[in-house]
């Protein structure tokens, strides 16, 4: 089974398109890990896509702050801005299907879920000690997560076979486009985090105004059979949606 990884698409359709068309025939099944909605200025269009798309949708804390089930109160002010536009807008059909998501399910001895796998639809996970409290308090043998906008991975040997066990220091690394993993090595515990759809935040995707046209979404092709993870990376152009935020007061 090929499975098209893609999260935080925060409503920007353009990348989202740009993603489908370029991994069309790459994948047998998409699944999103979160925040369909947020930032973005088309967030009924996002939403009605993926559910008719994706076979997996999870919650993201956009997500559920627009399906009015999680507190916002300590969003960023950007963040809060993007909920209450898009709470204005948003279907009474999609705020349902969006309350109803789950931040995360698990498929054997996988773990799919928005954030860090112990608080799903919050925690971020961007460094080692970050991987190594999630490793620590959630067992699981490969967790694929979203949320933090950076396309990532977080290795890590287990001493003994024990899935609790502290094991060898946690090895971060970013996720150039083309780099790909093997989730089923021998020993091996991992986090895959393949980046953002929408709105990049690494240094080398992060949008800036002089290369809208050009922007980059960031996706994972990945192989739960086989193990086989790689990460992909496509370039589209943003400006409309760009023009569009600004005139909404999103951007």
Known sequence: ???????????????????????RGDYDEIFCLGDLVGYGPRPNECVELAERRCSLVLAGNHDLAVGGVLDWGDFSSR????????????????????????????????????GGPEKPAWSYVLSED????????????????????????????????GEKDAGETCQAVYG??????DTN?????????????????????????????????RYAL?????GFWVFKRVEYNMKAEAKEMTREGLW
């Open 130 to 161: 970050d991987a190594e409290y999630s490793f620590r308090n959630v067992p699981f043998r490969v967790c694929v997560f979203g949320h933090t906008h950076i396309p990532s991975v977080f290795v890590k040997t287990r001493k003994g076979g």
């Open 222 to 226: 990945f192989n739960p059979e086989t």
């Open 79 to 114: 963040a809060k801005n993007s909920v209450r536009w898009t709470s204005a807008r948003i279907s009474p059909e999609n705020r349902a299907y969006l309350a109803a998501l789950p931040p995360r399910k698990d498929r054997g001895d996988i773990i799919f879920s928005h």
């Open 185 to 217: 090595e021998t020993g091996l515990r991992i986090m895959l985090n393949p980046g953002s759809v929408g709105f990049p935040r690494d240094a080398e995707d992060g949008h800036t105004a002089a290369r809208l046209d050009r922007a980059a979404a």
């Open 1 to 23: 089974m090929r499975v098209l990884v893609i999260s935080d698409i925060h409503a920007n359709l353009a990348a989202f398109r740009a993603v489908l068309k370029k991994a």
């Open 176 to 181: 150039l486009p083309g780099l790909s993993v």
